[in-house]
């Protein structure tokens, strides 16, 4: 699995943070990121391009998640995609 950047990854989290994310959601989140990262390494999306997400979320469906975890990957990639957005390939 593509390893997300150290970097990103704790700023992700400082940022969640100050955010209104639940706590108990921390580590969810955490795994939502390392999942689009994986996915769009995989496929060749850009991770901080909006117009990426759809394709996730599709993939996450066709593998069989419920629509409570699509809806929670999505709010991550958005948050992650709000906090840095268009800054670059992964």
């Given at each position: 699995m593509f390893r997300v950047n150290a970097d990103l990854l704790k700023r992700y989290c400082e940022f969640m943070g100050t955010s209104n994310v639940?706590?108990?959601?921390?580590?969810?989140?955490?795994?939502?990121?390392?999942?689009?990262h994986d996915f769009c390494h995989k496929y060749h999306f850009i991770t901080a391009d909006p117009d990426s997400l759809p394709y996730f979320i599709r993939k996450l469906h066709e593998k069989g998640q419920a629509m409570p975890q699509q809806e929670q990957a999505s709010r991550a990639i958005q948050f992650s995609i709000c906090m840095n957005p268009m800054s670059g390939k992964h």
């Amino acid at each position: 699995m593509f390893r997300v950047n150290a970097d990103l990854l704790k700023r992700y989290c400082e940022f969640m943070g100050t955010s209104n994310v639940p706590k108990n959601e921390h580590y969810q989140y955490q795994k939502w990121l390392r999942y689009y990262h994986d996915f769009c390494h995989k496929y060749h999306f850009i991770t901080a391009d909006p117009d990426s997400l759809p394709y996730f979320i599709r993939k996450l469906h066709e593998k069989g998640q419920a629509m409570p975890q699509q809806e929670q990957a999505s709010r991550a990639i958005q948050f992650s995609i709000c906090m840095n957005p268009m800054s670059g390939k992964h």
